[in-house]
């Protein structure tokens, strides 16, 4: 007897429909999964069979097919497991013929029959979703994320008895757990650390709200302990919520890579900061034989990426980040397998101005030493800086900033300009508007143009340089509230982008 439940598996982050079939049939007694399963799938037949006896239920002792449709998928990791149990139940007659018609299974066996939370259950029920499913049994630890997809009957289960009980209509199937009262964020801003723990560094505080604000890359240059790290480090304190449909995007990815949180959106901007011993994989993204492992460039998905010490990364490494810079993806490829991973993030950084730090004047490095750590920050990807600040330390007269909240609200009025006048195009920030749209989206004034075209001229920017600075100029207009753009911000634009190493 033949039976074919729909499931779904994940590669890089979006679910894939699979059909599960399962054909039951006379002969010696074998079992075989076929569709291009990995290692643990070729090894559900253990945990399928334990969990079947372990629910009082039988395994038939009869030559039993598994096919994983489309074959030329290759299918990944545990979570299709219930759904195997399910066709070899219905293959047998242990559960009526059409019960589970139009219902998706999709959960994790454990060798007593219970039903674990699947990794990306949310990718996996949006996929379900797109084809028409309207009905999908998942592991009651995964309910709660599975009920964030509208139009989606979810049907909790515990274990594989209790799908069994329920669909044979002996017990009625359990309610969704409720939602958590307050949307989960990565940090609690309010009792983190606050700007206003910083002294002085007034032209770095003003490159910090503007990187929030625009979504520019921004990048510190100092000696050791002038307050680098600690401003940066601040960054989360001034994040303003994420979109309905970013933070949907947030959390689809965190649900991939089995970071989300159990049944709420994530509705902060992620804020990653890896250690600089990172590999191109860990920062890039990789993986083999059809599994994908998101880097950390994805998982700052619509937020940012904190890189400290950036001149002790693999300049391989830093290269290889050029392109997801202006591009807001990457493509992961491997023999037989291209995946196209989402990248949309601000890069943060922080170095210093040589191995010893110390800086011209007191510079104990070697030439070799100095050009060796220069060549590890190439040109092309210091042009992609829109801020690049020189960090000096605060003085000691220097007093306490504004607080994380009062600058908060200032990035939020600029980003209301922003969205205003962007209303009905495909670009979020004034980062996004490309160069020949900035006349219309950003236009200078007489004076603020002539200015721009001098500092081009005179510092020899490229084409890049001079869109960026351009972009730069309307979010600092935008914090300060004006509608047009003047010669004062394209001078204190081109102040924050500072001719560095």
Known sequence: MLAAIPSASVLGIDGHVVMVEVHVSHGL????IVGLPDAVGRESKERVRAAILSSGLEWPLQ???????PAILRK?????EAAIACGVLL???QLPGGALDHTAVLGELGLDGRLHHVPGTLVLVDALARIGVRRIVVPTDSAREAALVSGVEVLPAGSLAEIHACVKGEFPWSDVPPPDDEPWTPTDVDDGPDLEEVRGL???RRALAACVAGGHHLLFVGPPGVGKTMLARRLPSILTPLSNDDAFDVTRVHSAAGLAPAGALITAPPFRAPHHGASGPALIGGGSHGRIRL???TLAHRGYLFLDELGEFNASVLDAMRQPLEDGHVCVARAGLSVELPADFVLVACCNPCPCGLGEGSCRCSDVQRARYRRRLSAPLLDRFDLRVCVGGPEREDGPGESSAVVREHIERAQLQQQARLDGTPWRRNADVPPRQLPRYAPLSDDAATLLRDIAEFRAL???GVGRMWRVARTLA???GDEAITDVHVNEASVLREEIL
Do not use: W
């Open 202 to 204: 007034t032209s770095a």
């Open 295 to 297: 880097g950390e460039i």
């Open 478 to 480: 935008d914090l300060d």
């Open 29 to 32: 007694p074998a079992y075989g």
């Open 76 to 80: 990944a990791g545990a979570g299709l």
């Open 462 to 464: 490229s084409a890049r």
């Open 91 to 93: 293959a047998s007659s």
């Open 63 to 69: 030559r039993i097919t598994v096919n994983l449709a």
